[in-house]
């Protein structure tokens, strides 16, 4: 079975400063991770997302993740925070089977402070 | 870039009355749908996952006879939440998974329900 841990459900910065928000995964095989990110009242809108090959991943905005197996984690990064990177951010492994289902972390709530 | 069009993004309804929630894939093949539910400052738990034209597979703890779901086309869901009650009040959000990427997921922009 997977799972998903996201340390820190509120993480606050400045603007200008490093984002850092953190994910580590159980699997029994290897994993497919991703970053979704959610403003008020909206759906899911993916970041970005690592299934095989090169580890550290680029995303959408800026963000970017590396895979760590030895640590079972995919942290999310982003150098230069910008106000509109307030919202809710989700970290989800997918499960293994035909339905390949998304499985999601308790979320972290970034805030970013001028 | 894939789009998935959800309906209506807010509703109020009655207890004991019944609503429908759709999803619509609009420029790809959904073969899979997944149904989440969403409670304030909380994670999506997944609900029920449906295939095109088989029935829905429900998470453990999920009412199937409550919240009736039909995906009858690849381009059309359905979620639909029987006899409402307060307690069903909450953001459902769909995802559908296209046919072109095994990992490729895109989500709906979710349905305020709250039942009065």
């Known amino acids: 079975a997977q799972s998903v841990t996201q340390l820190g459900s509120h993480v606050s910065v400045s603007e200008g400063a490093l984002v850092l928000l953190r994910c580590n995964y159980s699997s029994s095989v290897p994993p497919y991770l991703f970053w979704y990110v959610q403003y008020p009242n909206q759906g899911l809108q993916l970041l970005l997302k690592?299934?095989?090959?090169?580890?550290l991943v680029k995303g959408i905005n800026g963000f970017e993740a590396e895979f760590k197996k030895s640590e079972t984690s995919f942290h999310l990064t982003k150098p230069s925070a910008h106000m509109s990177d307030a919202a809710e951010y989700f970290c989800a492994v997918s499960a293994t089977g035909a339905t390949n289902k998304l499985i999601f972390g308790t979320g972290t709530l970034l805030a970013v402070q001028p | 870039g894939a789009v998935v069009s959800q309906h209506p993004s807010r509703v109020i309804c009655k207890s004991g009355t019944s609503v429908k929630i759709e999803c619509r894939s609009l420029d790809f093949q959904a073969t899979t749908m997944f149904w989440y539910r969403q409670f304030p400052k909380q994670s999506l738990m997944l609900m029920a996952t449906s295939n095109e034209g088989s029935k829905a597979t429900y998470e453990q703890g999920v009412e199937k006879d409550k919240f009736l779901i039909n995906h009858a086309s690849l381009t059309l869901s359905t979620l639909t939440v029987t006899s409402a009650h307060p307690e069903d009040s909450s953001f459902y959000i769909c995802?559908?998974?296209?046919?072109?990427?095994?990992?490729?997921?895109?989500f709906g922009s979710g349905t305020r329900l709250t039942v009065v």
């Open positions: 690592y299934t095989t090959g090169a580890t």
């Open positions: 995802s559908a998974r296209y046919r072109a990427s095994r990992y490729g997921y895109t």
